[in-house]
């Protein structure tokens, strides 16, 4: 069972990342995924859960109006679009899922499959 977290890079503030979460082992389309972020001597952060069930997702505070989280399931990945990017943005991405359907009433809470992540630098 495994995640992966792509498509991350160097981007000026102000700009715009597209990044993608795919699965091997496991039906991704089923299950909750999460985006989460560590920056550099910082803990991790979630940053958004999207459901299954029923694609309700959630944001945290910090970029809500500036990431959409959507889901391809007919192509089996999960997407995250960061717009208005801030330099405080930088940080290792990581997709995960607690192999439920849903998010939890704390929508960061209960992920236990974790995937490689991918550096996103917010930088002029």
């Known amino acids: 069972v495994q995640l992966q977290a792509s498509g991350g890079g160097l981007v000026q503030p102000g700009g715009s990342l597209r990044l993608s979460c795919v699965a091997s082992g496991f039906r991704l389309d089923y299950y909750a995924i999460g985006w989460f972020r560590q920056a550099p001597g910082k803990e991790r952060e979630g940053v958004s859960c999207i459901s299954s069930r029923d694609g309700d997702t959630f944001y945290a505070d910090s970029v809500k109006g500036r990431f959409t989280g959507s889901r391809d399931n007919a192509k089996k990945v999960v997407y995250l679009q960061m717009s208005s990017l801030k330099p405080e943005d930088t940080a290792v991405y990581y997709c995960?899922?607690?192999?439920?359907?849903?998010?939890?009433?704390?929508?960061?809470?209960?992920?236990?499959?974790w995937g490689q992540g991918t550096l996103v630098t917010v930088s002029s």
């Open positions: 995960a899922t607690s192999k439920t359907t849903f998010c939890y009433s704390d929508p960061f809470w209960g992920f236990d499959i």
